[in-house]
């Protein structure tokens, strides 16, 4: 693992752990289980790229449901950001490819048009890269980035593109550049842009560039060199950290047990490993002893031919000096006992024996059994933490259903406060509408009222002034008619006054009839035709006193 953390350039706050694909489960909050294949050929580096992190959290899925070929197309458009200067975002990727899935299948991109695309060299084929995982924990994102641990589904409307958040020149001047282009003619490939020697040689359709030996001597499309992997073709990817349980010695015999994959039908143990040169002397060594016969993986052992016949007498009694292990990994522990009964301290009683299959057919039976039952035992450990686990997820579940039941009640009870509350709105509503007309009307009563009342002030002010219109008419008729009494009237008075004088002692009394200003008319007014007398406002209010 340090030269795998030291070939990756893994910082030392990041911490990794092997898994295998059947082992690939978090442990702790916060841990990240990302495919083997990612770091080897899909240029995940940790702190693993914000484009990379930015594109999982946007369609909210993590980094074991997708494709090696996403790895590589968003890390790859990473790196041709920084080669040619551009800001390429997830919704420029969107813009490109389109994320696709199947029931059966991790998700994958696929290009919108084959011949307008961003990394190209992309291989065809994800076969045997799917089977190991790493389990990440640490400092593996940059702050503000960071993408799902758990699985999730992403939303379709995400899936769109949105014209107005791409950069349309910058994609078409990715399109039309030929930097990193390959032997094959593909540029801007994927294993030249991340320095990876592909798996395979087959990849998907892409444009590829029209003069390959003038794009491949232009220096502006150079690339680094590829790193460097043969230094760890010896690595072992299920050693790359120590075992969890304590195994036998390298002295003892260790027969592991052949456990069948689920998938592919292949061993799980099975992996690339280099065999360590044997020390000649401690090769030596190691036959003079009986117990350090090397043993094929999946395949009893067999006494050799300087072992004895053995009849099996009493129960199984191990020597003083033999070890025997207990607990630990049942293949270790089930090899150890197997050594201990097939080497007995008694190698008389063996050596009397005859019948060299039954001595075989036993100790085969003898290791199965003891297989057979270290290996129930874990078995029967590993039920008895899934059933307690079942039992804590059970739990769990009747407390969220009580939860979700309390919660139910709880909306219903606030649907029935809302229900209450819009009926008693809408009662209040139509009082409302009731007040509003009543007040309607009234308005149009006070008005068709008021409208009554102008009429009738109009009627009394017409009437008003046709009475004086004609009651001046009556009196102009009237004073006209007495005006010539009262100045014959006022001319008699006149003449009375010039009578009383004493000079006036000859003159008469009254005027002659011929000297006044009107002759043919009477003098005064007569007393029919004065008007009544009008009562005072003192006469008035006596009465309505009284």
């Known amino acids: 693992m340090e030269r795998f953390r030291r070939h990756y350039g893994v910082p030392d706050d990041v911490h990794l752990e ?61 790196e041709l950001n920084r080669r040619l200067g551009f800001n390429l975002t997830v919704h420029d990727i969107i813009a490109t490819y389109f994320l696709r899935t199947t029931q059966h299948e991790a998700f994958s991109l696929r290009p919108r048009d084959v011949n307008n695309t961003l990394v190209n060299s992309l291989l065809d084929t994800n076969k045997e890269m799917t089977d190991d995982f790493l389990l990440v924990r640490g400092n593996w994102y940059f702050p503000g980035h960071r993408c799902p641990t758990a699985d999730g589904k992403p939303e379709e409307k995400k899936k769109q593109v949105q014209a107005h958040l791409t950069d349309p020149v910058a994609l078409q001047a990715v399109y039309d550049s030929e930097v990193c282009v390959d032997e094959y003619a593909n540029p801007r490939s994927a294993y030249k842009l991340l320095r990876y020697t592909p798996s395979a040689r087959t990849f998907l359709q892409c444009r590829q560039v029209r003069n390959l030996a003038e794009a491949l001597a232009n220096p502006a499309n150079q690339s680094p060199p590829a790193h460097d992997i043969r230094d760890m073709a010896g690595i072992n990817l299920k050693k790359l950290l120590p075992p969890t349980r304590p195994q036998a010695e390298t002295s003892e015999l260790i027969l592991p047990l052949e456990r069948k994959r689920k998938r592919k039908g292949a061993l799980k143990g099975e992996a690339s490993q280099a065999v360590a040169p044997t020390d000649p002397d401690t090769a030596l060594a190691a036959s003079k002893k009986p117990e350090a016969r090397p043993v094929l993986p999946g395949v009893d052992t067999l006494p050799s031919n300087e072992d004895a016949d053995v009849e099996v007498v009493g129960p199984f009694i191990p020597r003083p000096g033999s070890k025997l292990l207990r607990g630990g990994s049942e293949s270790s522990t089930a090899s150890a006992l197997c050594e201990v009964a097939r080497l007995p301290g008694d190698m008389d009683v063996w050596g009397k024996s005859t019948n060299q299959e039954v001595i075989n057919n036993l100790r085969r039976g003898l290791m199965m059994a003891v297989q057979g039952s270290l290996e129930i035992g874990d078995r029967f450990q590993r039920q008895a933490a899934e059933l307690q686990n079942s039992l804590r997820v059970a739990t769990r579940s009747f407390e969220l259903r009580n939860e979700s039941e309390r919660m139910r009640r709880e909306v219903e009870a606030y649907k029935e406060q809302v229900r209450i509350a819009t009926l008693k709105k809408d009662e209040a509503n139509l009082k409302l509408e009731d007040t509003q007309d009543l007040l309607r009307n009234a308005l149009e009563e006070n008005s068709k009222a008021g409208e009554k009342i102008q009429a009738l002030e109009a009627e009394i002010a017409a009437r008003e002034k046709a009475a004086f219109d004609r009651g001046s008419v009556e009196a102009q008729t009237i004073m006209t008619k007495q005006l010539p009494g009262i100045y014959n009237e006022a001319f008699q008075q006149g ?37 009544e007398p009008q009562p005072s406002a003192d006469d008035v209010a006596g009465s309505s006193n009284s």
Do not use: C
């Not at 990612?38 to 702190?47: D, K, L, T, Y």
């Open 495 to 531: 003449w009375k006054a010039l009578y009383s004088w004493e000079e006036s002692d000859d003159m008469p009394q009254l005027p002659p009839q011929g000297i006044l200003p009107y002759p043919d008319a009477s003098i005064g007014v007569p007393e029919e035709e004065l008007p």
């Open 18 to 78: 092997y898994r295998f694909w059947e082992d690939a489960i978090t442990g702790e909050h916060g841990d990240l289980i990302i495919p083997l294949v990612a770091i080897i050929e899909g240029g995940v580096r940790f702190p693993i790229d914000p484009l990379l992190a930015d594109f999982l959290d946007y369609f909210r899925i993590s980094p074991t449901q997708i494709s090696p070929n996403i790895f590589r197309i968003v890390n790859g458009v990473a």
